[in-house]
């Protein structure tokens, strides 16, 4: 593996890797060797499930759920709420 353990990055760190390997994952799937797609797939799961780990509460924004995703055309909003508000 490359790079710092996830569980040892602070919040602001974690966020950082986490855009990085979202942004050039794409690059990584059309052009990357399988061993390079194969890291880049450890290394996303890694830092995802870091993410999750810590934010078990996370707001989740109703278009992203099955059910939203079949009311979508009602024009309801995606925008994440957070729970108790």
Do not use: F, W
Request: no cysteine.
């Amino acid at each position: 593996m490359t790079g710092v353990e996830p569980d040892r990055l602070d919040d602001q760190q974690l966020m950082k890797e986490l855009e990085t390997i979202h942004r050039t994952r794409h690059d990584t799937l059309l052009y990357g060797s399988n061993d390079a797609l194969r890291a880049h797939n450890e290394r996303m799961a890694q830092l995802e499930g870091e993410y999750l780990r810590r934010n078990p509460s996370r707001p989740v924004a109703a278009g992203r759920t099955r059910e939203g995703a079949r009311e979508r055309g009602s024009g309801e909003s995606t925008t994440p709420t957070t729970p108790g508000t």
